[in-house]
């Protein structure tokens, strides 16, 4: 079974990783080609038997304002389509399986539809629910859409997409290696705090920055936070910006800013919270289970996928979104109370390996490979 595995992003980040994770588990008879714009071996490591294709994408900022995106999605489109074409008279898929968001996907659906080959959208990002959106969801591009959580399915039913064509299925997250142990309680020791995300303003991290900066002037507990994470594209414009917030906030004594780190769980398992710090809702939050299977207390914001992974005063503290004295008051509360600490990661920790650990998730998204390529050509994309 060849298979055509495509991601669009445009920086590694929870979406790269998580495709990574599902093509490491699935069974041997599945071969794989990786197409992305950047080189993924320099993040992770891949398996041996999964074939890298890098195309350079020429640089083009994407935009936050409605007219800028669009623009970058014009080029989007045109680059992705052309190299698509090539791609698939070369490797000669079975499947093709798109992993993005619904727009940035849509160059796969279309090379689909013209080859006549199944696709698949991986829905990982929020769905903006605009008239391109919705015209898009009705054009019937997609085989399959598959939900990382039940909040980007519902998003997918407002679109207007068949609810017989999505299916929700959460991440498989590969639990941190058994050698890393959490080290011991230790109450001479500053407490760890760590944010772990690529750095793009809806990540909040302004909002946990002043959040940490109240944390500081209330509590005589030592805590330092760790930032891990970089910009896409090799920018550095919002990291300046978080560096000059922590100047103005004076925290810059305890924050460091870590950058990316290709060991991420040496540092989780050493964090003794974690807070997750979206001001959009999330779609699903991987960082969430992965710092959960670390032991970790997690704080994280409401909203989107992160209810699916995490529940309220049980196995963990969620937030109004941007809302920062609520984040201060959560981070009080875990900073002060050690035993509420270790029981919120206790069980937070039971929850994400039952829920998201092992083999359950990947075999479902093989199962829906399978059940495609038994349908007959002429039903695709009806």
């Not at 014009?74 to 093709?96: K, T």
Request: aromatic share 8%.
């Amino acid at each position: 079974m060849r298979v055509l595995f495509v991601e669009f992003s445009q920086g590694f980040g929870g979406s790269a990783k998580s495709l990574s994770t599902l093509i490491d588990g699935l069974p041997l008879d599945v071969e794989p080609l990786l197409v992305v714009p950047y080189d993924l071996s320099r993040y992770l490591t891949l398996s041996p038997r999964l074939k890298l294709l890098i195309l350079d994408v020429p640089d083009q900022k994407l935009g936050y304002t409605r007219r800028s995106h669009l623009a970058w999605y014009s080029h989007h489109f045109r680059f992705w389509i052309r190299r698509l074409n090539q791609v698939v008279a070369e490797f000669h898929p079975d499947l093709i399986h798109s992993n993005n968001g619904l727009m940035t996907n849509a160059p796969a659906g279309f090379i689909g539809r013209w080859h006549r080959i199944p696709v698949i959208s991986h829905q990982r990002h929020a769905l903006h629910k605009g008239v391109i959106e919705r015209s898009v969801a009705r054009l019937g591009l997609f085989d399959r859409y598959l939900a990382i959580s039940d909040w980007v399915h519902q998003s997918l039913l407002e679109l207007g997409v068949p609810t017989l064509r999505i299916q929700t299925i959460h991440n498989p997250v590969a639990p941190p290696p058994r050698e890393l142990k959490r080290p011991p309680p230790d109450d001479e020791r500053p407490l760890v705090i760590g944010s772990f995300s690529m750095l793009m303003p809806w990540k909040g991290l302004d909002v946990l920055l002043k959040a940490v900066a109240l944390t500081a002037s209330r509590t005589q507990k030592p805590f330092k936070l760790l930032i891990v994470g970089e910009e896409p594209l090799g920018e550095t414009e919002y990291l300046d910006r978080l560096k000059a917030l922590a100047r103005e906030l004076g925290i810059t004594s305890i924050v460091e800013f870590l950058g990316r780190l290709e060991d991420v769980y040496s540092i989780m398992i050493k964090t003794d919270i974690a807070v997750h710090s979206s001001v959009l809702p999330e779609p699903f939050g991987r960082v969430i289970p992965e710092a959960m299977m670390c032991g970790a207390a997690v704080i994280a914001t409401e909203g989107g996928g992160t209810s699916e992974s995490m529940f309220h005063e049980e196995t963990g503290l969620l937030v109004p979104r941007r809302d920062v004295e609520a984040m201060a008051l959560a981070l009080e509360r875990l900073v002060n109370d050690s035993e509420l600490r270790t029981r919120l990661g206790t069980r937070g920790r039971q929850l994400a390996l039952e829920r998201f650990a092992g083999q359950t998730n990947i075999q479902k998204v093989y199962g829906v490979y399978r059940e495609l390529l038994k349908q007959p050509a002429c039903a695709r994309g009806a």
